[in-house]
Structures are given as structure tokens and as C-alpha cells.
């Protein structure tokens, strides 16, 4: 990760919440030019207030910001609990007041616990760091309801010298045009004039942020703030021109990959929809229309459920084309959704309804609208309507608290207060009854072993799986981890084919990560959580027995990376027995007595023949299989794979999702009845595979 020069980042526990992070910091080692954008809710918070009075400016220090609770509409006791927020830090940092920007978040109505503030500044400041873990130490502190930590960085080059930046932001709910976001802290070691500064901040804000409706809410505490402090060496920006032009460009880059990380993780929800609306006369009109399709309640709900839902897409545009007296002529209109054509020359269209039904169950929905009417085109950013959106805001201070929900499933998945879904429920204990006593292996890597929300979603599937009856193992990887490590230790990371290139010594740090750091952790959550969990090295009691994998002809030596000869299934069917979770970290053990880096998907499908497990499952970063025009496969058989794979381009499977495939066929061959790949970046994707009929990802059959 590449951050600014002359930045500092820290997050800490002040108490606001709940034993979570709430309380961050970003400060500039030297005076940094400064420019925001804020909601124009006439009821804005505290902070809002003075910061928007303040910026632009030329010589501020930092951003103090915390979640957990708003100072907002708290009388004039907000404006003074503000002040005492960026003196307490001014202070442990050794500047003044004035030099401290705040930023808040959470619940509206309470006063500013500005005690716990005070008493936490001083290790708040004493955290500062330069790194990638300040940094998202950072980024977490200021997550209320948001289910994944929103951060990224860019480089340009400007005047022969490299610039940096780096943001980070929080939003879920409350999210809709005429604002920035709920929170958004950007820096940058540029030297750009405050004047030039706002100018592209606007523009950039105006192109990525204000597209986002989540739920037709704007927020009382909606910031975006850019500091810039010049210690690139970069020749300064004053005014219009090449330069300008390029930091426009990024930013406005950057914000717009924000903003789809927002309108992503909008309050319970499980799927981004995208709304194009092109041929309008004029931008403005684009814009509105745009949002009035993605704003709406019915699309959203239908969105949710899977439904093409285009009448009630066609019917949001016109009303809102009505209400405004707009010139319009329908018979020019033409509708796509998700690139298939459903509605043009006035009516519907013939559409192969199935396909696009499946379609739906994408992570992102596009919807594109053609007015035929002009030139202009706009875009807007929202998401599904879920019933966990209502779960979230009937409590929302109780979501705060409890920390980053990640309970929808999809369809069907969660109750609205007061009631439950009947249908689901009926559905899954089908399915429990069905698997009860099976056992069933899950490999766990991807997103799901990154982000907090994630991991913990995991663990409660893996904890309830198993009350459910089933009999779960965890084969884990870990890579995010060990290439983070290597790097540190100044390892080069290579790859060849989707495996690691694993040398003598780097083959002593994977082991560490994995078995020393990565296991113990899923442990010791899954036992919080009220699991019987036990990790295991496959070093331990020879369970995984391997020899070095040899090179294949033209292809590069992996190293220290192995191919299992046999797995030891006597001490996991110990552990089953005894109602235990076994959770396996693939280093084998070879008779030479090195150790080996073993591909995790590998391991899995190993250990899934060993046990005759009835089921195995992959989590991924990916929605499943995909076919050429990238949707997904619901379900596909073994033959059919291995077809795509002996075709010419290996039917657009290569690198890590080759491995993972040849893992899935050798485990099938091997007398495993099913496998799912399952995109683990969706919480609960794997409850909502094995235990609704739809599922969420590829089943792959013998």
C-alpha cells in the first residue's frame, strides 16, 4: 500500500463503543492546505458546521474523527464538545486547537462523550503510524454499521515526481445525493492551493459521491475532507492546467471506487445496483432520473428478490418524469437489464427469462435506460432493499453497539422485526435434517479471512453449522497474510500458475503465518462463539504427508511447495466423534523432514476423499463458475468442467481459479457427492448454498 509522505494514521478504543475500535486520527507532519464538501442537511452536526466554516484552508494539522456517536442536534453543547474533541488531540499532539478538524459519526441526539475522548487522546496520538496498519486501524475506527472497511490509494506523477494518495471512508445507511458521504479523509503528499484543492475535490465528489442513494436519507454529518501537504516534492498545483487536470482525474478516480464500496455495503445489503440513464436531453435531467430508478423502494425490493422487476423500473422513470412535467416521448424508451434487452419501441421485449433470472443473482445489478432523446448521461449508484435494512435501522443504536451486522442471506434470509419468514425457515430445516450427521469440508481463504465483519460471519456459520448436525472441517489458506509478512521481511513474492514460489526461508514464514498466527486466530473465534475448535499444523501426527511438487515441463520450480501422499484421517475422525471442530493449516510434513507449503484448495480436496466427506466447500473471491460473458453457472457437472477446462483458452479458467478447479474434479473423483464454490465476500453465502434451494454460487456434481 502506498500512502503519502508525511502522513500519520491511527485508531484506538475510547469507549464510545463497545469494545471496538472508535477513534481515529489522520495528521500531517507539517501544515497541509485543506478543502471539504459536507451535507447541506440545515440540521448538520457540530462538526460539519465548523469545518465547513473553516475550509478551504492552507495550514491545517489533521482530522480527528469518531463513531459511535453523531454530536448531532445536542443544543449548544456540540459546538463545545467539538472544540474540546480537536483540543484534547491538539494537545497530546503539541499544536493547537485550530489546527484540528472533527469528524463524527453514529447516533443522532446524545451528547459527545468528550471525557472518554480526553482520557483516550494521549494513546490515540502515542498510536500514530506511517504504515498499512496504522492506516486501517484508521480506517476501522470510524465503521459504525458498515460491514467492510472502505479504503484506497492511488500514484500519479506530476512534474516528474510521484504523488500519493491515500483515503479511507465509512457509509451505509443515510446515503443519498446533494452530500458528500457519511465520512471520507483523504491525503495526499501533493502541493496543491486550497482554491485548486476545492475546485477538484467538488468535481470529484460530484461524480462518485452524490450518485449513491442507499435509502433516500441524507445524514446530518456528511464530510469529505482533503489534506495535502506538498512533501512530495511535486511542482505545486495553483489553478487550471495539465497538472489539475491529472489530480482531477485521480481524484475523482478514487472517490468514484469509494463511492461503489458504499453503495455496495449499503445497510443490509447483498447486491450493488448500477442505473445508466444515456440519451437524455440534458445532464441534470440524466442525473435525476437516474436516481429516481435507483431510489426506488419497489426496484430495490425486487432487486433483492432476484426480480427483473423492469415494470417497476419503467414505472419509477415515468413517475418521476410526470411529476416533473418533463417532455417525453415512450415509444423512444428502450430498457436493458443486466445486458439483456427487455423493453424498446414501446413495448416489451421477448427475453429469455431463466437466463436473466439467474443473472440476478449476481453481486451487480446493471440496469441501463436509453430516453432517446439527446446526447446526455448520467449514472447513479444504490443497492438492494433487504430485510435487514429494517432489522439495522428499528435498532439502530443497538447495531452501533453490536458492531458490523452481516446477517442477510439473500432472499428470504433474516426476519423483518415482529416476523420471520416462514417459507426460509421450512426450507432450511429440510435441509438440516437432510446433512444432519454428514461431514462436510470448507475451505476458508479469500476476503472472508480479511475483513473483521467476514471473519466473524464465518465463524457463526461454522459454529451453527455444526449445531445444525453437520460435521464441519476448516482447511485455511492465508495468502493475503503471508505476502503482507514476506514483504515485510523483505521477501520478493512470486507466483507461477496461482501457486506460490515458496523458497527455503520464505517456507518458514508461511508456516508461521499460518499455523502460528492464522490458525489461532480462527480458533480462538470460533470458540468465542461457542465452538469446540482445534487446530491442527498438517505436520501434526503426519496428517498430512507430502513430497516436493515437481516442476512441470517449460514451467518454473516452485520450491518448497508440496503435493500430499497421503492424509492421516484417524485423528480427524477422533476429533469428529468427540464433536469437535478440527481447523487444519496446509504445511505438510515430508519424509525428508522439510516442510511444505501445500495449496490450500489442494489440502481441502484431500481431506475431503479421506473422510468421505458428503460435501465440500470453497470459499472464494469470485461468485462461482463463470461462462463466457462472465455470469454465473449455478450448476454444472464434473464433465462438463473438465470440458471447458480441455478447451482451447481453457474456458477463461486460469491462474488460483485453475488450482481450485482441479481440486474440485480431483475431490469429485475421489467420491465427494458435491462441491460448491461460494464467493465469501457475501456474508453467510455459505448458509445460504447449502440451505435454500437457489443457493448462492456453482455446484459442481459428479
Not at 284 to 291: G, K
Request: charged residues 20%.
Amino acid at each position: 500500500m502506498n500512502l503519502p509522505l508525511g502522513f500519520k494514521f491511527a485508531g484506538v478504543k475510547a469507549g464510545i463503543k463497545s469494545d471496538r475500535l472508535d477513534l481515529a486520527l489522520v495528521v500531517s507532519d507539517v501544515p497541509a492546505t485543506a478543502a471539504g464538501v459536507f451535507t447541506v442537511n440545515r440540521f448538520c452536526a457540530a462538526p460539519v458546521a465548523y469545518a465547513a466554516g473553516r475550509l478551504p484552508a492552507d495550514a491545517l494539522r489533521g482530522i480527528a474523527a469518531n463513531s459511535g456517536n453523531a454530536n448531532a442536534l445536542t443544543g449548544p453543547v456540540g459546538a463545545v464538545d467539538e472544540r474540546a474533541m480537536a483540543a484534547a488531540v491538539a494537545t497530546a499532539l503539541g499544536t493547537s486547537a485550530v489546527d484540528i478538524l472533527t469528524a463524527s459519526t453514529g447516533g443522532i441526539g446524545t451528547r459527545l462523550p468528550i471525557e472518554k475522548i480526553r482520557a483516550a487522546a494521549p494513546a490515540l496520538v502515542a498510536a500514530l503510524g506511517a504504515d498499512e496498519a496504522a492506516f486501517t486501524a484508521a480506517a476501522e475506527a470510524i465503521r459504525t454499521t458498515d460491514l467492510t472497511r472502505k479504503i484506497a490509494t492511488r500514484q500519479i506523477s506530476i512534474g516528474g515526481k510521484t504523488v500519493a494518495i491515500a483515503a479511507m471512508a465509512k457509509g451505509s445507511g443515510m446515503i443519498h445525493p446533494q452530500m458528500a458521504t457519511m465520512l471520507c479523509f483523504i491525503a495526499s503528499d501533493a502541493a496543491v492551493s486550497p482554491v485548486a484543492l476545492q475546485s477538484a475535490l467538488q468535481m470529484a465528489v460530484d461524480e462518485s459521491f452524490n450518485t449513491i442513494t442507499v435509502d433516500g436519507d441524507m445524514s446530518t454529518n456528511d464530510s469529505v475532507i482533503a489534506l495535502c501537504n506538498g512533501l512530495s516534492g511535486a511542482p505545486a498545483i495553483e489553478g487550471p492546467g495539465p497538472d489539475f487536470d491529472r489530480l482531477c482525474g485521480v481524484l475523482g478516480d478514487l472517490c468514484g471506487t469509494l463511492a461503489r464500496m458504499i453503495a455496495a455495503d449499503g445497510e443490509g445489503a447483498t447486491k450493488l445496483l448500477v442505473v445508466d440513464v444515456g440519451g437524455a436531453p440534458d445532464r441534470s435531467l440524466a442525473r435525476e432520473l437516474a436516481r429516481a430508478v435507483a431510489g426506488s423502494s419497489l426496484v430495490k425490493a425486487g432487486v433483492f428478490g432476484g426480480d427483473p422487476c423492469w415494470g417497476r423500473i419503467l414505472a419509477a422513470l415515468g413517475a418521476r418524469i410526470g411529476a416533473r412535467g418533463f417532455s417525453f416521448d415512450a415509444s423512444l424508451v428502450a430498457l436493458q437489464i443486466q445486458g439483456v434487452s427487455v423493453y424498446a419501441g414501446g413495448g416489451p421485449v421477448a427475453f429469455d427469462r431463466e437466463a436473466l433470472n439467474a443473472r440476478m443473482r449476481q453481486n451487480e445489478i446493471a440496469v441501463r435506460l436509453d430516453l432517446g432523446a439527446g446526447p446526455a448521461a448520467a449514472q447513479a449508484l444504490g443497492c438492494d432493499l433487504t430485510y435487514d435494512y429494517v432489522r439495522i435501522n428499528a435498532d439502530y443504536a443497538g447495531a452501533i453497539a453490536a458492531g458490523p451486522s452481516a446477517s442477510a442471506i439473500g432472499p428470504g434470509g433474516g426476519g423483518a422485526a415482529g416476523g420471520m419468514n416462514r417459507g426460509l425457515v421450512v426450507e432450511a430445516l429440510s435441509y438440516i435434517r437432510k446433512f444432519a450427521g454428514k461431514r462436510t469440508v470448507i475451505k476458508y481463504g479469500g476476503a472472508a479471512m480479511v475483513d473483521p465483519a467476514l471473519k466473524r460471519s464465518f465463524a457463526q456459520e461454522v459454529v451453527l453449522l455444526q449445531a445444525a448436525g453437520l460435521r464441519p472441517i476448516v482447511v485455511h489458506g492465508g495468502g493475503h497474510e503471508i505476502t503482507r509478512t514476506l514483504e515485510r521481511l523483505g521477501h520478493k513474492t512470486e507466483f507461477a500458475d496461482g501457486q506460490r514460489i515458496t523458497t527455503a526461508d520464505d517456507v518458514r514464514v508461511v508456516e508461521m503465518v499460518l499455523t502460528g498466527k492464522v490458525n489461532t486466530e480462527i480458533i480462538g473465534l470460533l470458540n468465542s462463539l461457542g465452538g469446540k475448535a482445534v487446530g491442527l499444523s498438517g505436520k501434526d501426527a503426519n496428517l498430512l504427508s507430502a513430497r516436493k511438487l515437481q516442476p512441470k515441463p517449460g514451467k518454473p520450480d516452485l520450491g518448497f511447495v508440496g503435493e500430499i501422499e497421503t492424509v492421516n484421517a484417524e485423528i480427524l475422525e477422533v476429533l469428529l466423534e468427540r464433536n469437535y471442530i478440527p481447523v487444519i493449516s496446509p504445511v505438510g510434513l515430508g519424509r525428508d523432514g522439510e516442510s511444505y507449503n501445500i495449496n490450500a484448495d489442494v489440502a481441502a480436496a484431500e481431506i475431503a476423499v479421506a473422510v468421505r466427506a458428503t460435501k465440500l466447500i470453497f470459499l472464494t473471491d469470485v461468485a462461482g463458475v463463470l461462462d463466457a460473458d462472465g455470469n454465473l453457472i449455478s450448476e454444472i457437472s464434473a464433465a462438463a468442467l473438465e470440458m471447458r477446462l480441455a478447451s482451447d483458452d481453457g474456458g477463461g479458467i486460469k491462474g488460483g481459479m485453475m488450482v481450485k478447479t482441479q481440486a474440485v474434479l480431483r475431490a469429485l473423483a475421489g467420491g465427494v457427492q458435491a462441491v460448491h464454490i461460494v464467493d465469501g465476500r457475501a456474508p453467510h453465502s455459505v448458509v445460504a448454498e447449502l440451505f435454500t434451494d437457489k443457493g448462492v454460487g456453482t455446484l459442481v456434481t459428479a
